[in-house]
């Protein structure tokens, strides 16, 4: 079998940029390759209303399952209603969407074993033979990357009784502190539906589900919230990207293949979204004149270098809130920032921070210990001693 696009992995990542290909390339044979028995998983993708262009919006609408007007944080001592939109794609929205529109060209229950520029091995011994080769089957871990984890449990629930909420709360940290910084996320999807996500900022990566499971009953319990029946529960640990070397990165895989999504360290480094940085890597691969191979991952190569360029302020903030506070204080540090007007806050979800609002984040009386913060300043050092204490 030969196509012109194959796909290992039909996440995210590699499912906008198939969507986008078929969209404006339909000339092309594309094949994508999903280990599970269903694509989406059981995962819901947020992001702000300014994360992405009016125009990519446009092509992006179909996926979306839920949008609100605003949002809220709270914190001790500070409840800030944020203005700008929020929408969601779920699971679901994602999985109906790329059927319809790319339903032939998924299967599903397909491990891939070898990645080639020129094609793949599957681990049933069947090969596929492919112009150009896109490897999007999430993070790894890497000696050249150092990472702080944003992991979570969500369960999606169906109260009793109306909740109330009319819209997303994305970090409630008035909740106890614990495993680093810690919040609850929650989503109104329904009337008497929640997602109710807790989460935490931590050093490692290990995610123990049954007490955060009980800690979420106890919460909804908290806001008065009667839980009827939990519709369905997804967990998920996200790599937040403190400091690295791109090239090194980007070296240690496969020569010709295009690593897509969170394999090719695309996200927001404090956040942990992956939506918009997906968005635009579909769009910049759908505008390729050639769609071969090499074309394919030199492109992908030098858009990944150049978002590492543009997110170096934003990894020193990862560095600052992982590195120096502690991890019982952390949250003080995110407080700090949800009291900058509203426009830098904005730009900061969207990784096009100003000058300006680069020196507004980090001047006034910093919420962490100034020794701490300019042991932290420089990147190269980090890593470093990274590889030193492994």
Request: glycine share 10%.
């Amino acid at each position: 079998m030969r196509v012109d696009v194959a796909f290992a992995g039909a996440g995210l990542a590699n499912g906008l940029i198939a969507y986008r290909l078929a969209q404006l390339r339909p000339e092309l044979s594309l094949l994508l390759l999903e280990r599970d028995l269903e694509i989406g998983g059981q995962h819901t993708w947020s992001f702000h209303g300014g994360d992405v262009s009016p125009e990519a919006m446009a092509w992006l609408e179909p996926f979306v399952a839920h949008r609100w007007s605003g949002q809220e944080v709270r914190f001790p001592g500070r409840t800030r209603f944020l203005s700008a939109g929020y929408c969601t794609i779920t699971a679901d929205s994602f999985r109906a969407e790329m059927n319809r529109a790319l339903g032939a060209s998924i299967r599903t229950g397909v491990g891939v074993a070898r990645l080639e520029a020129t094609g793949l091995a599957l681990e049933d011994g069947r090969s596929i033979e492919a112009g150009a080769v896109l490897d999007g089957r999430g993070a790894a871990s890497s000696p050249h990357l150092r990472l702080g984890f944003q992991k979570f449990v969500g369960l999606e629930v169906q109260t009793e009784t109306p909740h109330g909420r009319t819209a997303p709360l994305i970090m409630d940290a008035t909740v106890a502190q614990e495993d680093g910084y810690r919040f609850v996320y929650v989503l109104p999807l329904a009337a008497d539906r929640l997602l109710i996500e807790d989460t935490y900022y931590s050093d490692a990566d290990r995610l123990d589900r049954e007490p955060i499971r009980a800690r979420i009953r106890d919460y909804a319990a908290a806001q008065g919230w009667r839980i009827a029946r939990v519709l369905r529960e997804e967990t998920g640990v996200l790599p937040l990207l403190m400091a690295g070397d791109i090239d090194k990165f980007l070296a240690a895989g496969p020569p010709g293949v295009a690593r897509t999504g969170l394999a090719g360290a695309f996200c927001h480094p404090v956040t942990g979204y992956s939506l918009p940085d997906a968005v635009r890597l579909a769009e910049l691969i759908a505008a390729l004149p050639r769609h071969d191979g090499g074309a394919v991952s030199r492109a992908v190569a030098a858009h990944a270098r150049r978002r590492w360029r543009e997110q170096r302020f934003l990894r020193l903030l990862a560095r600052l809130l992982f590195l120096a506070a502690s991890p019982d204080r952390r949250w003080r540090v995110l407080k700090r920032f949800y009291g900058l007007p509203e426009p830098l806050i904005d730009r900061f979800y969207a990784g096009r921070s100003t000058f300006l609002d680069k020196v507004r984040t980090l001047s006034g009386k910093p919420p962490v210990p100034i020794g701490m913060a300019l042991r932290v300043l420089r990147e190269a050092p980090v890593l470093r001693a990274e590889r030193i204490n492994a």
